[in-house]
């Protein structure tokens, strides 16, 4: 059980910069972005510019946050759909308009709060404080200057306080819980009949197979692909040509000694007394009575490892006489470990240790003392770091001699590959989605390749600016054109095609009649040939056997009247046709419902009342203000 936790938490290395502030506006830049002395913009919010590149940002911002939260599921192509780009655009507007309005009303964030904030960010911190060092560093590997991380900062708690301001407002009333109440515990009676499509048989002739390849010829077209040469200039791919002198190093050593520390370990054995995450006091009286029991074998001679074997019930280290290995702070409960590095001398035991897991019984089988790494074991390490620093200052003098030659050496990326000592890199066949991998995976950069500039001239592109410090050149070193494939080929793809639409199309009309029937008063149990389903009256949430589309629909309906029922018709999730008749409609008690979910209710309809409040908060922020999109930029 602990071992099994220990290797799991050692694996974990990574983290997520701003994943301490909880704040809806993780795709936006800073507002210093919106002043820009570009002649390009996308937009403008009451005379204030939002240039091309903070609008660049934020798609970056969101594309990432995608990849980071569905990674191989998303479609490339959606980072370049126009909803994608008209989402973040708007996101930055909502932004400016969000910031300058609470400047206005007299919001303020003090540098004692803001830096408050940094400072218990766990990202910057180091044995439990915060180590300025690591802060600019972090800060700067991820792109930006500390000035600019503050200022960014700054807006987002900035934004938070509106934000909590509005909702905390947000507030419903016991009858308001009642209605939703009396809604959920509504019934309703129904019969209903489902018309298959795949019931309905069809055969599809040759010349509509023919014709529908004529007319759609390009769906049934492979896209022009090409093959790219490029090359990347980023601080990974130039810091191997820097060379770090010895005393260079041996400064930044002493200046980051802390950063080479490796902290103390001690080797360990235990017996667990397992105790459930609630136990009851009888449960911790035998636990503890047990530990007593092994503790007297213990005196008298019997080995720790062999009590182990039979008493642990600690399924990872039981069989291996309850060795745990060496443990650094961090891996275990705090408990467990508090006991264990306060232990001097090895062979002793100590215990009952009390942890969520239950009793311990801990020995101290080795002690790896905490120490500092020497010049040499972390001269690998300071090279790296020496090298990515060095590499990340040099890097904007570098893109500007990049965008010169491969202007001036328009036909090849040659020179600039042996000006700036960098590999030209290929790619496989691509086409204009992006599919493949490193440059061909970027929006951006394809539809660079596929403008007319470089895709129809053979020149180089411009540089591309794809990430924090990182840029591309391209040019299409191959093309290969559409191809359209033949007939025979797709054939049984445009039948099953053609044939679902004539059998959705034959399922409809009999569903569509049926309904017109009853419609003009038809009795629904004299349609022959129609099977007719009768469920018992249920709620909202259906049941197992009720497609939820067809629940939807049949709660959509309007309530009988004097007796009559409602007919209707529903398209389910299986795309089969269903048509109802609506009996009768059970109203709904509240008081059938619990205290749970009750309050359950209130919670629910005071978040959607806080959401409209701050959505209706934006929306008349930007009724005011005076805003132009310039589409033609995005």
Known sequence: MLSTIREKTQGWIGFVILGSITVPFALWGISSYFSSDSRENVAKVDGTAISIAAYRNALRAERTQYEQAFGQRVNPTLFSSPVFKKAALQALINRDLLIRDAERSGYRVPKAQLGSIIRH???????????????????????????????????NVLLSQVRYGIIASAFVTRSDADNVLGLLAEKRQVMYAVFTPAKFPVTVPATNIKRYYQRHIVNFTKPEKVRLDYVHLSPRT????????????????????????????????????????????????????????????????????????????????????????????????????????????????????????????????????????????????????????????????????????????????????????????????????????????????????????????????????????????????????????????????????????????????QADELLARLEKGAVPTGSPGVHWHHPAPFTREGNAKLDPLLVRAIFKAPWPKQGHAVDGEATLSSGAYAVFVLKRVIAGKPSDVGVAARDEAMQILTNYRADDLYSGYVANLRKRAKIKIYSKNL
Do not use: C
């Open 121 to 155: 960010m766990a990202q910057f911190r180091q044995k439990g404080h915060f180590d300025s060092q690591k802060y600019r560093q972090t800060v700067h590997d991820l792109g930006y200057r500390v000035g600019q991380f503050e200022a960014m900062m700054r807006e």
């Open 238 to 509: 130039i810091s191997p040509q820097i060379q770090v002198s010895e005393a260079r190093l041996k400064r930044l050593y002493n200046r980051h000694r802390n950063q080479f520390k490796i902290p103390g370990e001690r080797r360990a054995s235990h017996i667990l007394i397992a105790l459930p995450p609630h136990p009851t006091a009888a449960q911790k009286t035998r636990a503890l009575k047990t530990i007593a029991m092994i503790k007297q074998k213990l005196k008298a001679g019997v080995p720790f490892a062999t009590l182990a074997r039979e008493y642990s019930q600690d399924p990872g280290s039981a069989p291996k006489g309850g060795n745990l290995g060496f443990i650094r702070r961090g891996a275990l409960p705090k408990a467990f470990e508090n006991v264990l590095f306060s232990m001097k001398k090895l062979g002793t035991v100590a215990g009952p240790v009390r942890t969520p897991f239950g009793y311990h019984l801990i020995e101290l089988t080795g002690i790896k003392r905490g120490r500092v790494k020497t010049f040499a074991q972390a001269q690998g390490e300071l090279e790296q770091m020496a090298r990515q620093r060095m590499a990340s200052k040099r890097i904007p003098r570098l893109a500007d001699r990049l965008r010169r030659l491969v202007y001036l050496h328009s036909k090849s990326l040659d020179a600039a590959a042996k000006a700036l000592q960098l590999k030209i890199k290929e790619t496989g066949w691509v086409s204009a989605t992006g599919n493949g991998r490193s440059v061909a995976t970027s929006a951006e950069v394809m539809k660079v390749v596929f403008g007319p500039s470089v895709l129809n001239t053979g020149h180089n592109s411009p540089v591309i600016h794809v990430g924090p410090r990182s840029y591309v050149a391209v040019r299409v070193a191959a093309r290969r054109p559409p191809v359209a494939k033949p007939l025979a080929q797709v054939r049984a793809q445009i039948v099953r095609l053609l044939k679902a639409r004539l059998e959705d199309a034959r399922a409809k009309k």
